[in-house]
């Protein structure tokens, strides 16, 4: 089977909320991996306003055929209204970690 393979970037506002969303992306098989950042500042426009925040980074591993599933939980509980959501090719891997990686998206629930 082919895999195109995503590194997803998404921001939190704490490291509780992070880790939620990273175990509830993990246990429904949407993700293999998911790095949780240390603290960050983040600079954006929103409402008018430039804001700078203390953020936590997520930076997720999954395969393209898990993206729409991965979006939708990421987006249904994060607190922002709208939730930074970044998908970037993989376009080079260690082929032993990218064949995990797609075992690991196709595997069963069975730990859920």
Request: glycine share 2%; proline share 4%; charged share 20%.
């Amino acid at each position: 089977m082919l895999h195109d393979y995503r590194l997803v970037l998404c921001s939190c506002p704490d490291k509780n909320t992070a880790k939620a969303i990273a175990e509830k992306v993990l246990r429904a098989r949407a993700a293999g991996c998911v790095n949780i950042s240390s603290a960050t500042t983040s600079m954006y426009w929103w409402d008018g306003h430039l804001h700078a925040d203390d953020e936590v980074m997520l930076a997720i591993k999954t395969t393209t055929t898990k993206l729409d599933e991965l979006f939708h939980l990421v987006q249904e509980s994060h607190p922002y209204d709208v939730p930074e959501l970044v998908a970037v090719p993989i376009s080079e891997g260690s082929p032993a970690y990218l064949q995990w990686l797609a075992d690991v998206t196709t595997a069963t629930n069975s730990s859920s």
